[in-house]
């Protein structure tokens, strides 16, 4: 175990923290969109599948990646939409 | 790694923490959203200048490819589909962090990064992410075909079923160790993959439809979890920002779910309640005399009525009569009556799935009262009007100590002065068990398809 591993799990757990603090506040009629937005930011796996996808030689690293964003990316991209799409509808009177 | 990148990546998590910040509200919960993409779109953006990338012909075939299919199914989806969307969207989440991590498996194997050997750190975080992704990607599939109505939404329970679990847990564990102990043996990470994804497939399978606002909420931690677990892999410090936040973000509502049913979390993941499903017959006989009504007497009722509380449950999803109800709300509004509506927070198939169906109808938000703000006021409403909700509502739930959903907090609908309650039949709810509430004085059955019978109620109304 190094130092860079310490600190990850320093973030890790940090984050764990302000996740909890700020997710506590979101009210429970906006629970639909919160599961759908926070989803949407879980396809932040993104970063990594863009960089597999990008290699130079044609390897099963690279298939794996390609998949990889085609998931990632309907994670994201239709996660922020259909978030967008049912937040619009909530108004008040 | 390039420091212009890495100061991208921290501004970008400090978009995704601002932007569930601003879901605080319904005022600002869209530009939360909108700041939240931002992030997401920085985040790309700046990898794309990452030195590994040499080639886009693959980033930008994926990345249409996903677009297209991730837009289509944003724009398509019907309100009353969003439980199965966020399902599979959970799913796609999971499924592409174990990519990510097997991915970089063979980076490492074929020597294409600049790492010479695996490491301890490697195999365990590699082997973690891969448990993580795949449980969550087959169990969002099962998630879905529930929800859709192609896999059983049935308790499913089978001899052996626990131990069976448990032992491929364990002999993921076991694989593991070997894994790193060998790690250029891939058919070790193989075989921990398959059994992965075959565990998904079992935890979510035995999970009963309406336990599935705890399913989803669950799964939607484990796609988060799953990212975080990528982020250890890659040394990569916003995916493990991003997945905490959502992983903290699944773990609350299931909490939530769990809470609104008085249910561990152990219980729901085992199956069920010990009525529910295939145990079949009512555990308790209710006699009594029920009294049913006829949208025209009850128009009148309504009419009379001053305050007025709407309980609406999965009934009014499956029959898409949140459009009725909203027309219902509308009328009796024009006629001076106090109408709001009371949300049970297991109401429905997904954590705030009422709450958005009634948004689509256009009903206002702050009419949506949560159990705890409204429950109350019951004493002194004159007509709860439950449409389609059904254990939620159960008065046994307060005194019956032999009811499987004793203690399980519930809407008092019954302290109203009048309860109208819509239902197709006498049918028994998910948990199995005859809802009293039916048989008490004060209640009204106002049998019919619930679409169709608000309609009916709201014709009357206008006819009065």
């Not at chain 1, 591993?5 to 979101?26: D, P, Q």
């Not at chain 2, 301890?120 to 992704?133: K, P």
């Not at chain 2, 309406?210 to 995916?239: H, K, Q, R, W």
């Not at chain 2, 059904?390 to 302290?415: C, E, Q, T, W």
Request: aromatic residues 8%; neutral net charge.
């Amino acid at each position: 175990m190094d130092g860079t591993l310490l600190i990850l799990i320093y973030v890790f757990v940090l984050a764990m923290f302000v996740g909890f603090e700020l997710i506590t506040k979101v009210p429970p009629t906006l629970h639909t969109p919160l599961m759908s937005g926070s989803n949407a930011i879980s396809g932040i796996t993104i970063v990594g599948a863009l960089i597999s996808a990008g290699l130079e030689e044609y390897t099963i690293s690279t298939i794996l990646g390609l998949v990889a964003v085609i998931f990632a990316t309907i994670n994201v991209v239709g996660g922020f939409l259909v978030t967008d799409r049912m937040l619009k509808m909530f108004k008040k009177k | 790694m390039n420091i212009f990148i890495e100061i991208s990546y921290l501004i970008s998590s400090v978009f995704f923490i601002f932007g569930i910040k601003l879901l605080a509200s319904p005022k600002t919960a869209r530009r939360g959203n909108f700041f939240a993409a931002i992030g997401m779109l920085i985040a790309i953006v700046v990898t794309l200048f990452d030195k590994h990338i040499l080639t886009y012909e693959w980033i930008i075939i994926g990345i249409l490819i996903g677009s297209i299919v991730g837009s289509l199914m944003a724009f398509k989806v019907p309100m009353t589909g969003m439980p199965q969307m966020v399902g599979l969207l959970n799913g796609f989440g999971g499924g592409a962090s174990m990519l990510v991590a097997l991915s970089e498996y063979y980076k490492i194997l074929n020597k294409l990064t600049d790492k010479i050997e695996f490491t301890t750190y490697d195999t365990v975080t590699i082997s973690l992410s891969i448990l993580i992704g795949s449980v969550t990607f087959t169990g969002s599939l099962i998630a879905f075909g529930k929800l859709q109505g192609i896999v059983t939404g049935k308790v499913v329970k089978y001899p052996g079923q626990h131990p069976l679990n448990l032992l491929l847990l364990l002999s993921v564990v076991a694989i593991a160790i070997f894994f790193t102990m060998n790690p250029q043996d891939e058919v070790l990470i193989l075989s921990i993959v398959g059994i992965s994804l075959l565990l998904g497939v079992l935890l979510v399978l035995p999970i009963g439809g309406a336990d599935m606002p705890v399913a989803i909420s669950l799964l939607n931690s484990y796609s988060g979890l799953a990212g975080a677990a990528t982020g250890f892999v890659l040394n990569n410090y916003e995916l493990i920002i991003a997945g905490a936040l959502v992983g903290a973000s699944g773990i609350i509502l299931t909490n939530i779910m769990c809470k609104g049913m008085n249910r561990s979390l152990m219980n729901v993941v085992l199956g069920g309640w010990e009525s529910a499903g295939s145990s079949g017959p009512a555990v308790t006989t209710v006699k009594g005399n029920v009294k049913s009504v006829e949208a025209e007497e009850l128009a009148m009722l309504f009419d009379a009525a001053e305050n007025i509380i709407i309980v609406p449950g999965y009934g009014m999803a499956v029959a898409q009569a949140q459009h009725a109800v909203r027309d219902l709300f509308n009328i009796l509004e024009s006629k001076g009556k106090n109408v709001r509506f009371a949300i049970h927070p297991v109401a429905g198939r997904m954590p705030g799935h009422m709450n958005v169906l009634l948004a689509e109808a256009q009903v206002p938000y702050d009419k949506l009262y949560a159990m705890e703000d409204i429950n109350d006021d019951f004493p002194n409403t004159d007509i709860a009007f439950v449409i389609g909700a059904n254990d939620v509502v159960n008065p046994a739930a307060r005194h019956d100590k032999n009811s499987p959903i004793y203690g399980m907090p519930i809407l008092n609908v019954d302290f109203a002065k009048t309860v109208v309650v819509n239902k197709r039949s006498l049918n028994v709810g998910y948990a199995g068990i005859e809802n009293e509430l039916f048989f008490y004085p004060n209640t009204l059955m106002y049998f019919g398809d619930a679409k169709e019978a608000v309609n009916k109620l709201v014709h009357e109304l206008k006819n009065l």
